[in-house]
């Protein structure tokens, strides 16, 4: 099971940042990733990074304001997002078990919203 919290309601150039809490699961086994879906939109890759936290990737979009973290000895994973802009307003998802490919992911959190005003 995963859990996402951290999501609100921010002015453009604030910040935010997202926890998800992992259950039930080898989690240090694990590559996690987070995903956003706008209204009306599909779905889209935001940031992920290997089981051992050696790697990372980030949707382009993103890079240089978004971070990715996690914390194995509190199945954890985190997303540091700074410079947030109107754009990332969307619903935003963990998940675990995949990489860069949305398909490839096997478990999902339930979302959280972010929400960034003008």
């Known amino acids: 099971q995963l859990t996402e919290s951290g999501g609100g309601s921010v002015q453009t150039g604030g910040s935010l940042r997202l926890s998800c809490a992992a259950s039930?699961?080898?989690?240090?086994?694990?590559?996690m990733g987070w995903f956003r879906q706008a209204p009306g939109k599909d779905r889209e890759f935001v940031a992920a990074m290997y089981f051992n936290g050696f790697r990372t990737y980030y949707a382009d979009s993103v890079k240089g304001r978004f971070t990715i973290s996690r914390d194995n000895d509190k199945s954890a994973v985190y997303l540091q997002m700074n410079s947030l802009k109107p754009e990332d307003t969307a619903v935003y998802y963990c998940a675990g078990g995949g990489w860069i490919n949305i398909r490839s992911y096997s478990s999902w959190g339930q979302g959280t919203q972010v929400t960034v005003s003008p």
């Open positions: 039930g699961r080898t989690f240090s086994r694990e590559n």
